[in-house]
């Protein structure tokens, strides 16, 4: 029962790094669902005392490589859902958000998977460096080499929107 209350305390996280994996708000959804039922099924790999949430990050992410692979050899292509997010929104400051929001989706988007995966563990969802290399199965260097280089280009990203 621990397991499974501390699975659904994690979903707002889950969602969000499915979010920038995947780029798509549906691909996201169903990336975490996916992630979830994997883990309820494999719950006995899990070791207790370890961190669950860099385990899940794990599952999703090795989920989400082999949908892009699977993606890839079908040759297909998902049209993003964002039209209609923001309908009825009539706050000005709503609205300016909403704007910031959209600009820093879409300058994460222009990031390679690499450093996308890197800002939205560590800036976003707030992994130490030594948790996010680990879940990323990569050293610390290339971490940190990933990250400022995704830092840079988003603000080049970002100044290019401002």
Request: glycine fraction near 6%; hydrophobic fraction near 45%.
């Amino acid at each position: 029962m621990a397991f499974e209350r501390d699975l659904l305390a994690l979903l707002p996280r889950l969602r969000r790094f499915a979010m920038s994996l995947s780029r798509d708000a549906a691909d996201g959804d169903d990336l975490c669902q996916a992630s979830i039922e994997r883990a309820l099924k494999s719950r006995d790999q899990w070791q207790a005392g370890t961190r669950l949430d860099s385990w899940m990050y794990r599952i999703m992410r090795n989920l989400w490589i082999d949908e892009v692979r699977a993606r890839t050899r079908r040759s297909q292509t998902f049209v993003a859902e964002d039209a209609g997010l923001a309908v009825g929104n009539d706050g000005d400051r709503q609205t300016e958000m909403a704007v910031e929001i959209g600009n820093v989706g879409r300058a994460m988007e222009k990031l390679p998977d690499e450093q996308r995966e890197v800002i939205a563990l560590v800036l976003v969802e707030g992994f130490a460096y030594r948790e996010a290399a680990e879940i990323l199965d990569i050293p610390i260097g290339t971490l940190t080499s990933r990250l400022c280089r995704g830092r840079e280009a988003l603000i080049v990203h970002l100044g290019e929107a401002a």
